[in-house]
């Protein structure tokens, strides 16, 4: 069983940076895949990046492409989602993921989920 637990998200200007972060607990950490996923109402929810447990591997959302990068810390257990340039589309609920087998966009093959954090872009 694995927990996860979102932090940092929060409202900010158009052109701002923010770093979520999500914490991880139960089973190897070095030994799954996290991914982040945004939703906002009415929508599906929306694949943003992912990490592969030896964090050689990364991939994101054509969206998020060269604005947000995503890392871990083994040592604490950690994975963050460095956003920067900001945009007002971006506002979502940021959902932290992950997943035993390998790095995936499709949020269906992601069995564990936290709670979400609210990002706010205004213009």
């Known amino acids: 069983q694995v927990q996860l637990v979102e932090s940092g998200g929060g409202s900010v200007q158009a052109g701002a940076s923010l770093r979520l972060s999500c914490a991880a607990s139960?089973?190897?950490?070095?030994?799954?895949?996290l991914g982040w996923f945004r939703q906002v109402p009415g929508k599906e929810r929306e694949f943003v990046a992912a990490?592969?447990?030896?964090?050689?591997?990364?991939i994101y959302g054509d969206s998020v492409k060269g604005r947000f990068t995503i890392s871990k810390d083994n040592a604490v257990n950690t994975v963050y989602l460095q956003m920067s340039s900001l945009k007002p589309e971006d506002t979502a609920v940021y959902y932290c993921?992950?997943?035993?087998?390998?790095?995936?966009?499709?949020?269906?093959?992601?069995?564990?989920w936290g709670q979400g954090t609210q990002v706010t872009v205004s213009s």
């Open positions: 993921a992950a997943r035993f087998l390998g790095i995936d966009y499709d949020a269906g093959k992601y069995r564990y």
């Open positions: 990490i592969s447990g030896s964090a050689i591997n990364t």
């Open positions: 139960g089973g190897t950490f070095s030994a799954y895949t």
